[in-house]
């Protein structure tokens, strides 16, 4: 056993250690209760295994570029174009954002202004519709402005724009609220129909969405998951769109990491294939929170509407934000973050062998990607249940609708795995094995509880020497491999 002293217990003298020890105390002197809830986010970040597919751990420069001077700015419009004087510092790193975003993913423009991955999905719907129904529309009407339309015509325009069609993977199939679906604006913007997988592989049907969209004639076909477990056929999905006069658009918000590394490419590479593609900056890209729309490769008339976010959908952008960005970015372009990117992959091919070996389903029977589905019906619970006994024995994971789901997207009988923050530790795939020996533990004794009505859907029973036991065996896996060595004791 290593007689070295535990990085996490030791006060580190690194400048990012002593930069956030400072910062501390300066929030601590205002207000010292939001101190200590940073102190117990890190505390706690640094107890669990974290498998949430759709987070990270953004690097120590990118998260102190967030807490800079550029929150305090107000830059409306776009470089070189603001509403705003004084926008010279954020033209620059606004500029140089948009510059490395496109040097890293090899588009030819690139919009880093969306605050998230929802406002970059409304640029990128509106972006559609400007250059199908508004451009034309002004077109006919001999006018350059939509204030140059009399009321009647802007009425018209107004009803043909809330008339578009769209087509987007089913949410248990693993699509997304924000694809067109009506709890979301997306749904009350687009008239949508779901694509699904095929029963018995749980595979993406591309027959299915030839037929839909050959059937339902949609302006849009988008592309893209947050719970599907395998590589899709971009290329595919532009024949099928191309078709039928519709525009492709991609969001890779949590496999951007992976194109970015260069797993997906090709056939699989958004942006060689989409007209238009979507993306936060967190997930796999290991960024800061936020969103970013790319052009596709091939240039379509799309891209004169890409940055008509401001005063579309956005207000002042984040300046704070598209500095870290930038920051990612250039991390993204370095060697290293190829190997991650990979290896991110590996790791869940490892996790998800471990999980079969040990008797678990995975929904499509593996990955090709960075997440994983577990089907936790089979151990006799549902998700909610296996989410709340992981977590409770030092494993952070979401439970996730399956498809078909007879449990629906509450309680559902699945849940989601991802590999990116563990990764971002250092793990391998001989640390997997170990990982998905925890979980199957934990599934495999935990119970559900009784409730009035016969066995509750939400509580669960079981063992504390479960839990104890399983808790110790993945702190000995964080301590190997320690989250923000550098920082140390905080």
Aim: charged share 20%; glycine share 10%.
């Amino acid at each position: 056993m290593s007689s070295q002293p535990n990085p996490l217990s030791v006060e580190q003298n690194t400048p990012e250690a002593q930069a956030y020890r400072h910062a501390l105390d300066v929030i601590g002197a205002v207000e010292p209760r939001v101190a200590d809830a940073i102190r117990g986010e890190i505390t706690d970040q640094r107890s669990y295994l974290k498998l949430i597919a759709s987070e990270n751990y953004a690097s120590p420069a990118v998260l102190l570029t967030m807490g800079s001077w550029f929150s305090d700015k107000y830059a409306e419009g776009t470089v070189g174009h603001r509403f705003y004087a004084g926008c010279q510092n954020v033209d620059t790193v606004e500029q140089l954002a948009a510059d490395l975003a496109c040097e890293v993913f090899g588009a030819p423009y690139a919009y880093v202004q969306p605050h998230s991955g929802i406002d970059a999905n409304l640029v990128a719907f509106w972006a559609m519709l400007a250059a199908k129904v508004e451009a034309p529309y002004l077109v006919d009407q001999g006018v350059r402005h939509v204030n140059d339309l009399t009321e009647a015509d802007w009425e018209d325009l107004r009803a043909r724009l809330g008339g578009q069609r769209m087509i987007g993977m089913s949410l248990d199939a693993g699509g997304h609220l924000t694809h067109g679906f009506r709890p979301n604006i997306s749904g009350k913007m687009f008239h949508q129909r779901s694509y699904g997988v095929d029963p018995e592989t749980e595979m993406l049907d591309y027959d299915n969405v030839r037929a839909l969209a050959n059937e339902f004639k949609p302006m849009t076909i988008i592309a893209g998951y947050s719970a599907y477990p395998r590589k899709v056929d971009f290329a595919k999905m532009r024949e099928i769109a191309d078709e039928v006069g519709a525009y492709l658009m991609v969001d890779m918000a949590h496999f951007a990491g992976l194109v970015a590394g260069g797993v997906f490419d090709g056939d699989f590479d958004p942006i060689a294939n989409a007209h238009i593609v979507t993306t936060t900056t967190h997930k796999s890209l290991r960024g800061p929170r936020g969103g970013m729309v790319l052009a596709g490769r091939d240039g379509t008339e799309l891209n004169e509407f890409i940055d008509k976010g401001c005063p579309m959908v956005l207000g002042g952008p984040m300046a704070h934000v598209m500095a870290a960005k930038a920051v990612a970015f250039a991390e993204a372009k370095q060697p290293s973050f190829a190997d991650y990117a990979h290896q991110i992959v590996d790791n869940a091919a490892a996790l998800g062998e471990g999980l079969k070996r040990r008797g678990a389903r995975l929904v499509t029977g593996g990955t090709d990607n960075h997440l994983l589905l577990v089907d936790v019906a089979p151990f006799g619970l549902t998700g909610r249940q296996a989410e709340s006994a992981l977590n409770d024995s030092g494993v952070i994971v979401n439970r996730n609708s399956i498809p078909g789901d007879p449990n629906g997207a509450w309680y559902t009988s699945g849940v989601r795995l991802g590999t990116p923050a563990l990764t971002t530790l250092g793990m391998n795939p001989s640390d997997m094995d170990e990982v998905a020996d925890i979980i199957c533990d934990v599934l495999t004794h935990a119970e559900p509880a009784a409730a009035k009505s016969g066995p509750s859907k939400a509580k669960y029973l079981m063992g504390d020497d479960v839990s104890q036991r399983c808790k110790e065996r993945s702190s000995a896996l964080l301590q190997a491999n320690p989250l923000y060595p550098t920082i140390g004791k905080i």
